[in-house]
Structures are given as C-alpha cells and as structure tokens.
C-alpha cells in the first residue's frame, strides 16, 4: 500500500529535487556532511586507541576521577564508530541520522575534554555540529517507522546476550577473582564492561582481567553495531496489492493494457501503487535495498503519466530511495526523461505477429524439423484459457510448475506474475503438452496484453522430457492464437540482445568486442547468449527495453537491487547454504535432457 503522506512533505521533496527551494536548493551539503562526519569518526577511533599528552592526563587526574575518564575513551571510541555508520544515513538525507549525528557531536565536544583536554578534537567536532544546524533543512528524509522497532528489539537482544555471557565468563572464572564478589558487583563489572569502562571487581593476573574486558567489549560494540544498522538501513515496506487496488488496476488494463506487454505483471501481490492525482494512471513498485523499483510503463492513460511519475518521485525523495525503472518501453522511457532520470537500452523484447509467422523457409527449417520430431515422438498440445481448463488438471500441473522449475527460489519481478492459476486470472492462456500416454510433460503459461496479445510469463517442462518442447509449445501457442482472438505473442526477454548480436559482426570496434566478450563469459551462469539464440530462432519483432535511473552512480546499487527483486541474488541463511548456492563454472546439467534445451525453468527475467 502507498505510504501515506501530506501535502507539505509532497511539495518539500519536489522543491528538494527540483532545486527551487527558497535559498536554493544545496544537493552537495549532503555529500559533503557525510564525509566530514565519517572522518570525525575516524579521527575519534584514532583518538580513543592513542594516549592522551601526559600533562593534560596528570592535570585532569586532579580534578576528574580516573573511571572518568577511561569511561570517556570508551565512550569516544563508540561515538567515532558510530559516527562512521551514521555518515551513510547523512548522505541519504536522513533526518533520524542528522539528529542521532548532532546528539553524538555534542556527546563528543564533552568527551574530549573529559578523556583529556582535547581542545582540538572538540572543536572540530563544535564547527561540525554548527555546519549541521545551519543546514538541518537539507536532511528531510523520513524513516520507515518499523526499522526503529527492529533497532530497538536487537538493542534489548544483544544487550541481554551480552549480560548473560559476562556473567558466565565470571562464574566461569571465579578462582581469578579477588574476594568478594557478589552478584551485583558481577552485575556492574558486567555493564561496565560492555562500554569499555573497569568494573569494580580485580583479577589475579593482568591476563584474565584484559580477556574479560576485551570480551564484554566486543559484546557491547556488536549491539551498538546491529542496533545502528537496523536504525539506519535503507526502508522496505512491506509491498501489497489491497484488492480494491487490483479492482482498478484491472479497470485501467481493460481500457490501455494494450500500450504495454508488461502491463498485467503489475498485478503482482508483492507491488505497492502510486497514483497519479487524477487516478487515470498508476505505478507499480517494490523498495528493495533501498531502490524505489518500478517495471515497464506507467500504467493508465498517457496523459496522466508525468502525475504518477511525480508522485513516484516525491515518494523517493521523501524517503531518499534511489529511483529506478526496469524494461521501460520507448514512450515510457522519454516520458521518464522529462522527469531528469536518463535511459540506457537493457535489451529487447522479442514480439512475434501472429499473422505473419510461417514455418515455411529455409530460415525456419531447424525449427521445423524439430517440431516434426517432437511430434513424431506422439506429443500433442493444448491451448486454453485457464478459466475452462477442469481444477482436476490445474492442480497437478500446478504442482508439476513446482517440481519442474529446478530451483527452491521463484524467479521474478518485472516481467513475471509470481502465480499460477488464480481464480482471477482466468483470461491467461495455459499451452501444454503431452505425451503418448496422456501426461502433461511442459507447459507454456501467457498473461493478457490487451485484448488480442499474450505475453510470456512462464515457460516450464519436465526435465526428463524429450529436447525441442519447448519450441513445439511456442509453435502450438502461434498455430492457437487466431481461435483465442490473439495476434501478438510477446515471448522472452534477450538482455544486451543488440550487443551479443552486433559484437560478433565483422567490423565491431574493441569496446563492442570485449563487451561481448564478457556477454559470454557471464552465459556460463545466466542464460543470456542462450536466450537470445532460442528467441531469434522465431524472427521476431525486437522492441527495445530500458532502465531508467537518475546517475550512473547508482546503476551499481540498482542492478543488485534489480537481481534481489528477481531472486536471483537471495541472501542465504548460513554459511553452508551460501556454499551451496554458489554457482560454478561448467557444471553439469541435471540431466542430458535439461542440458539439450537451452531454455528451462524460464520466467521473462531474460535470466535463466
């Protein structure tokens, strides 16, 4: 569901970025505040880990107890790191780290001259938090209200974790004590501890009090770490598609699903929607990592596109997400443009007009014969939509589409639906094929686009099947289309198509050949030279794909957030599974079958 927001922070954030705000608009004070503020940290762990001059040591001793003041070192040592996590938050605009940066400059100012007369360091930290305050306007950014619970239950934790191993290792190490010790000495020792100061109890030897000093410590800084991350970590909402919302959604694809092939996968459950003012045009997204990621075009009337993109933005700046589209079409593209985000080509959708097609030709003749085979082999198929096919066939091919995919992780987000035979996605079209005994061997599953397209959403088969089904299926969906009313059939999408095609040409220039080049050596893991091999066996229509982004500095975060989204980068649960999931190198296929056909376990990822 769209984060709700008012009319103020709508007009902030579009002032922010388009720079007219009163006293003009500072894009470089964040960039700047941030490395400022991660040097001062830097310098305040350089601090706390030297001594301080002797005679201002000596001086203080007078006047200060000494538990002072190594409780100040402690102290400065955890501000200069957290100063350091904080930067990041600076440099997004957060203002929850702008509050938590001019608490610990004023905390630090203190410090230093507790820890030891250090009038520089104060000073330096007072002219940061001055900058601070004059430019607080320039950190508007909001949180995501659900991150500070999570802060606050590692906080609670790690802080009973911590507790609770201090105590152990004292009982453990009871013998190394001094007499006595109670338990709320142990207790204070402990707390004391974990910031780094001397508890009250004594050791024995120099060797035990230095190991439980450094363990409570390491306990304290690794709360004060997670407690930090949690609170500053880029916000994801939870994504959902209330069903009014898919009401209307439906409504708008009814009137324009036709513009765009991708247009139905907005339908998604895991999106959220933002909508234009006038409600004529909408955009599907998902926050992953902190990326603001929308797919293909704004759905809706034309028209109102440039208010949905504006609400888009706005959302991005008040919450100093980073913008991105993924397979924009042309128009959406120039659209998106007009907005300040540039476009760079990501690769071609492969369209095939019905009317058109033909086996015929020398051009088609591997296709053909291919066909011809499967279908001597006593394979036959089927074309349907999904709403006439019986519930006692959608149920075991639903679990097939499970036990076929090859993977435990379903693939996708930009040109996937992420279902299968949903009682409100009777109008897709299910092509399955099936052997001489009658059992259903691989299917192809298709999306509306329009009233007369189907667009590709999953392509799967049993991988101890014959080779070449899943051109037979892609043939049998063309040879259906005119009895379903359909007469474009979007298939796959072939990533960095134009460049595996031009690179391998007589003539092509060394930055060209050495792209291609590592094209290639990436298809040893993700089937991009594959892909496009299997699409362009059909002669399709290329219709050109896009990201649009707002610097090419975030292109890096957003292709990881785009892999994330897909699922083909899932952070595993522990070491071992991250061993496993590991791809290597020329590693057999499951079976000589699997390894035959290029394309399986196929969703419009342009991935394999």
């Not at 002797?54 to 102290?75: E, F, K, Q």
């Not at 974990?194 to 120099?206: A, C, Q, Y």
């Not at 293909?296 to 504006?310: F, K, Q, R, Y």
Request: hydrophobic share 45%.
């Amino acid at each position: 569901m769209t984060p709700r927001f008012t009319t103020i922070d709508r007009a902030r954030a579009r002032r922010h970025r388009q720079g007219d705000r009163p006293g003009a608009s500072r894009p470089w004070v964040p960039a700047v505040a941030a490395g400022l503020c991660a040097l001062i940290g830097a310098l305040d762990v350089a601090d706390a880990l030297t001594p301080g001059y002797v005679d201002r040591v000596r001086w203080l001793a007078g006047y200060l107890p000494g538990t002072l003041s190594h409780a100040a070192v402690a102290a400065t040592m955890v501000t200069g790191v957290l100063l350091l996590l904080l930067s990041h938050g600076l440099r997004r605009r957060k203002r929850r780290a702008w509050v938590a940066v001019v608490g610990l400059l004023a905390l630090s100012v203190g410090l230093h001259m507790v820890k030891g007369l250090d009038v520089e360091e104060a000073l330096i930290a007072l002219a940061m938090l001055a900058a601070l305050l004059r430019y607080r306007e320039e950190f508007c950014a909001v949180g995501d209200p659900q991150t500070r619970w999570l802060a606050l239950v590692a906080f609670l934790g790690w802080g009973t974790l911590g507790v609770a191993v201090g105590l152990f290792v004292l009982s453990l190490g009871s013998r190394f004590l001094v007499s006595p010790h109670p338990l709320g000495a142990q207790f204070r020792q402990v707390l004391y501890g974990l910031v780094g100061v001397p508890g009250p109890l004594r050791f024995t030897t120099d060797r035990m009090a230095t190991t439980v000093a450094q363990l409570l410590f390491a306990m304290g800084m690794v709360t004060a770490l997670t407690t930090a991350y949690l609170l500053l970590r880029p916000a994801e909402p939870a994504a959902t598609l209330l069903p009014t919302e898919e009401a209307s959604i439906r409504a708008l694809l009814a009137r324009h699903g036709r513009r765009d092939s991708l247009g139905y996968f907005a339908l998604r459950r895991d999106k959220s929607l933002i909508w234009s003012p006038s409600g004529k045009a909408a955009i599907a997204y998902r926050v992953v990592s902190g990326v603001m990621l929308a797919s293909g075009d704004p759905l809706g009337d034309p028209e109102a596109w440039p208010g949905a993109i504006d609400r888009f933005l706005d959302e991005c700046d008040r919450h100093a997400w980073t913008p991105a589209i993924m397979g924009c079409g042309q128009q959406g593209g120039e659209i998106w443009k007009r907005h300040g985000l540039d476009a760079l080509e990501l690769g071609d959708e492969a369209v095939v007009d019905v009317a058109a097609f033909t086996l015929d030709g020398r051009v088609m003749r591997n296709v053909r014969q291919m066909v011809a085979r499967v279908e001597r082999n006593g394979y036959t198929a089927r074309a349907r939509r999904v709403r006439d096919i019986p519930a006692a066939e959608l149920a075991p091919l639903a679990e097939g589409s499970a036990a076929w995919r090859g993977g435990d992780t379903e693939r996708g987000f930009s040109m996937a639906l992420g279902r299968f035979a949903d009682p409100e996605d009777g109008e897709c079209v299910a092509v399955t094929a099936h052997d001489h005994n009658g059992s259903t061997r691989a299917f192809l599953h298709f999306v509306p686009w329009g009233r007369d397209g189907l667009s590709l959403d999953l392509m799967r088969r049993d991988r101890g099947a014959d080779p070449g089904l899943n051109e037979f299926l892609i043939i049998s969906a063309l040879r259906a289309a005119p009895d379903l009313g359909v007469r474009r059939l979007s298939l796959n999408f072939a990533v960095f198509r134009s460049a595996l095609e031009r690179g391998e040409k007589l003539g092509a220039g060394f930055v060209l050949r050495r792209w291609h080049a590592v094209l290639i050596y990436g298809s040893r893991w993700f089937q991009i030279e594959s892909l496009y091999r299997f699409n362009a066996k059909f002669h399709p229509v290329w219709e050109p794909r896009f990201v649009c982004y707002r610097s090419a500095a975030d292109l890096p975060r957003i292709a990881l957030a785009a892999l994330e989204a897909e699922a083909f980068l899932v952070w595993p649960g522990s070491p071992t599974e991250l061993l496993r999931r590991i791809p290597r190198p020329g590693r057999s296929a499951p079976s000589s079958a699997a390894a035959s056909d290029p394309v399986t376990d196929q969703v419009r990822t342009g991935h394999s």
